[in-house]
């Protein structure tokens, strides 16, 4: 158990609708990382927060949005859900957000796109 | 920029054999390397890291990895492989930006 826990764990909803999926980081940790894993795709980078800030974008869409709150959790909205959507949602989290620091990740929220 | 190739995108192996799981980098400056495991339905988990300190790192279950910089590489061995090391193993650098850039994977099998 790597002490990153994500809900839901699977998730299953209709195109065009919109879902949230939640992380809480490790306990001390202040860096959030949210990562997108399809089979066509591999595992893609999409945000980074540390401590409540957005610290690095990667391929995030524009329907897509994230925050971390002040508790630290952090929220993964993706809106008017589209097939392609269909992937396994991963949440990292890490100390700080310097070079040398290891990111431990959650088990996953599957989502599927009917 | 920073990136990592897996030149492998699958090595079968028996049991009981040596494991080597290829990776090469690419990056600007001093890289932090990671490898992660993932088994089936499962979240990623930390085998090991390169930060600098030593080029040959050690981590769990007896993999190590060693840093080549003449080369560019970051390879994962392990001496004898166990039936439960099969899963995917991700090759991974730290971006320029801190985000963590991960390779394609490498998918392990290990045949009795």
């Known amino acids: 158990d790597s002490g990153v826990t994500q809900t839901p764990k699977h998730l299953i909803t209709a195109t065009g609708q919109r879902v949230t999926l939640r992380c809480s980081p490790r306990?001390?940790?202040?860096?959030v990382y949210w990562y997108q894993q399809s089979l066509d795709q591999g595992l893609q980078f999409l945000i980074q927060y540390y401590n409540g800030e957005e610290r690095a974008k990667g391929n995030i869409l524009e329907r897509f949005s994230a925050q971390q709150f002040p508790d630290l959790h952090s929220e993964l909205n993706l809106s008017s859900l589209e097939l392609g959507d269909s992937a396994l949602y991963f949440c990292?989290?890490?100390?700080?957000?310097?070079?040398?620091?290891?990111?431990?990740f959650g088990q996953g929220t599957r989502l599927t796109v009917v | 920029a920073q990136s990592v190739t897996q030149l492998d995108s699958h090595v079968s192996v028996s049991e009981g054999t040596p494991v080597l799981l290829r990776c090469n980098y690419s990056?600007?400056?001093?890289?932090?390397l990671f490898w992660y495991v993932q088994h089936p339905n499962k979240g990623l988990q930390l085998l090991l890291k390169?930060?600098?300190?030593?080029?040959l790192v050690k981590g769990i279950n007896g993999f190590e990895a060693e840093f080549k910089k003449s080369e560019t590489s970051f390879h994962l061995t392990k001496p004898s492989a166990h039936m439960s090391d099969a899963a995917e193993y991700f090759c991974v650098v730290r971006g320029v930006y801190n985000d963590m850039r991960f390779g394609a994977g490498t998918r392990l099998t290990v045949k009795p």
């Open positions: 990056s600007s400056y001093s890289p932090s």
């Open positions: 306990s001390g940790d202040l860096s």
């Open positions: 390169y930060t600098s300190a030593a080029t």
């Open positions: 990292a989290s890490s100390v700080g957000d310097g070079p040398n620091t290891e990111a431990f």
